[in-house]
């Protein structure tokens, strides 16, 4: 199906909130400058980028820098 990048990782980014504020990251999100449509699986979609960020919070020292940025590039 098709899916909004924007609603993908804002949602996984809520998903790991109270895991990155328990660990104190500094955690930025900068979504791409207007809508970017993906043909994919929004539920898969959304657990890659979960898991990214989870993997993240992970291994970042506490207190550490998190960030996540969606970006298009040419007409891709």
Known sequence: GHVELCG????AAETVRQLM???RHHFSLSP????VWLEA???????V????LTN???YTDPGG???LS???EGGT
């Open 65 to 67: 820098r998190v960030w």
């Open 56 to 58: 993240a919070a992970k």
């Open 70 to 72: 969606g970006v298009r």
């Open 41 to 47: 699986d929004p539920a898969r979609l959304e657990q």
């Open 49 to 52: 980028v979960t898991n990214l």
């Open 32 to 35: 791409p400058d207007g809508p």
């Open 21 to 23: 504020e328990g660990r």
């Open 8 to 11: 993908v990782l804002g949602r």
